[in-house]
């Protein structure tokens, strides 16, 4: 089914309040009111639209529904408003609960995200916002960041851009990007299987479902000494035998709360229609017990083996959260962050700062070497342009790289790892001009993921946190197109 947007006006807004003696404020409006003009000259905001509103009529089509003009013009707004909510989100990087009460509370935040009104301004609940995240699917925003970059590039007048962005050469590195989980000590997840559980069990309790056992409280109670002591374990002489003592405790614990709890589970399953829940809330309490109970046998495993026995455990057999699977054990050897829990992310940038590919690996990610031909390949593709020159630290070398990069006919700007290379290397400028420029890289890396990314990030599952990226990349390059130098208009030219 094609489909073809409505148009719809702006409604009346309210004129912005002027504001005096703060020079931030007035840099920050600008910025908006930029990124806005980008948003619509570009013609982001029109595909967005449309591929959204491609992927609603089809999946209406499939269910056998009939659309409304009304329901599509309804559909069209909230798509919009998720749009540049999550835009402007990501730029404060502010959660959803924050991120509401800032629209609420600012004229300038209102307007920008389309929700101001004469009448009545009603804002987006933090709900609400935690929906528009998961709007669309990372390829749709994908496809947003490669249109912008490539009509920066081929036309920069729609941009109002001085000059074409300059995609020519290419600056890739990784970093980890850090998982919102406890620090995987063994007895913290039997700490957390328990809370979970006996919290789920105290919600079902209270919906008047009941059998035989002590209140939930107490064995939270229980769980919380036992982590006291284990803490307080460290700071005595015999630590091992008191460690190896209280983890047998609290083994021996878990076992009765796994126990009540799978009795629990299954009692609700089986008589909740007695309770006040729907359906579908009682199937989500299910599937947050069942995620525990059924990790909790390899967890008290993992805890016996590593803490009574002693023994060492790969890393990729390892259970480091049970809210996260997918989370790896990356060693970054760095002051600070020996190790890292998280995933792996691959990125690139151009000279000017934009971001042009990026990867976040749900499993262990390859080695750098690996990764360097297939971004630059998955770059070309979704720029239309060739790479002439790349940039990465000696991570990225390799023999076979550098026979690629010399088949390819790309100018390799990889610091070598043979030291008789890097010294022969030294006497080319271009070289020399290519590393100063590739260690830029690694403060990218930084103000993309402490200002724009945030961590650890808050998304659940390997699947939103990759939406999550690609929405702070989208944010990202349109923060840098808005501070290249516009286009002066003739008038301008000539008056200075």
Known sequence: MSCHLIPFALPLQPALPTIEGNVDYRQWRDQLRRIDALLLQSGVETQFL??????????????????????????QERTQRALRCNLARSLLNEDFRGFALRLADSPLLQSFCRVSRLDQIKVPSKSELERFSKWVPEARVRAVVAQLTRQGHEQPQKLN???????????????????????????????????????SVRLIREQGLKHRMEEPEAFLRKMNRLCIEMTHARAKADRQRQRKKILRKMDRLVGVVR?????????????????????PQTEQVLRRMDQVLEQLPAARRQARERILKGQMLDNADKILSLYEPNVQVIVRRKAGAEVEFG????????????????????????ADPQLLPLSLQRTEQALGQKIKA?????????????????????????????????????????????QRRRAQTEGRIAIFKNNILGGPLLSKGIEHRQLAVAWAVLSHNLWVIARLPDKEEPSERAAA
């Open 161 to 199: 851009l001085d000059q074409p962005l300059d995609l020519e050469a290419y600056f890739v590195d990784t970093t980890c990007v850090e998982a919102n989980i406890h620090y995987p000590v063994d007895w913290v997840l039997l700490r957390d299987g328990t809370r979970t559980l006996m919290k």
């Open 259 to 279: 126990g009540h709890a799978q009795r629990y589970r299954d009692l609700l399953d089986q008589q909740w229609e007695q309770t006040e829940w729907t359906r």
């Open 50 to 75: 449309e591929s959204s509103l491609q992927d609603w009529l089809d999946q209406a089509q499939a269910e056998g529904l009939a659309v409304s003009a009304k329901a599509q013009l309804r559909f």
């Open 343 to 366: 995933n792996t992310l691959l990125m690139g940038e151009s000279r000017q700062g934009l971001i042009l590919d990026w990867e976040l690996f749900a499993e262990s990610a390859p």
């Open 390 to 434: 790349v940039g990465a630290d000696r991570g990225f070398d390799s023999q076979s790289n550098q026979v690629k990069l010399a088949k390819r006919k790309t100018y390799n700007g990889v610091c070598p790892r043979s030291p008789a290379q890097m010294k022969a290397r030294k006497g080319s400028w271009k070289f020399k001009e290519m």
